[in-house]
């Protein structure tokens, strides 16, 4: 068996790197010493030097509650008394839209028609 590694410089004993014919037990061995190498390598490499860090995603803040004052039907309202009778599936589809709490409100009454086909009743 050699004392080197197949990718090594041609040793001094050897300058012209000739190979030696090598049989089948000598291919065994040399395969199973660079396993072994492998093998030990990997060892010593773990664990790797950072531990594992479970990714936690931050939880989404909440939507900025609408409770402010809106008309319906001539008569005013507070948003946050109607809150509880709204969709809630409609609600979060357009709680994010800019403008007033009116505008959210009216872009909620015409989502509640177009769903349910009828006007939201207040009470």
């Known amino acids: 068996m050699s004392d080197h590694d197949r990718k090594d410089l041609p040793h001094l ?3 012209r790197g000739d190979v030696e014919n090598e049989t089948p037990e000598t ?10 190498n ?3 390598a990997l060892e010593e490499t773990f664990p790797a030097s ?3 860090s479970p990714f ?3 939880k989404m803040p909440e939507p900025e509650a ?4 809106v008309t319906y039907d001539g008569r005013s309202y507070e948003l946050g008394d109607i809150r509880a009778r709204m969709d809630a599936e409609l609600v979060a589809a357009i709680v994010d839209m800019p403008g007033s709490d ?4 009216n872009a909620y009454l015409l989502a509640h028609a177009d769903k349910y086909g009828e006007r ?3 009470s």
């Open 13 to 15: 004993n050897n300058p």
């Open 27 to 36: 291919r065994r061995r040399r395969r199973d010493k660079t396993n072994k």
């Open 38 to 40: 492998q093998d030990e």
């Open 50 to 52: 950072d531990p594992v």
């Open 56 to 58: 936690i995603p931050a």
């Open 66 to 69: 609408r409770t402010g004052s």
């Open 102 to 105: 009116q505008d959210f409100f």
């Open 120 to 122: 939201f009743r207040v």
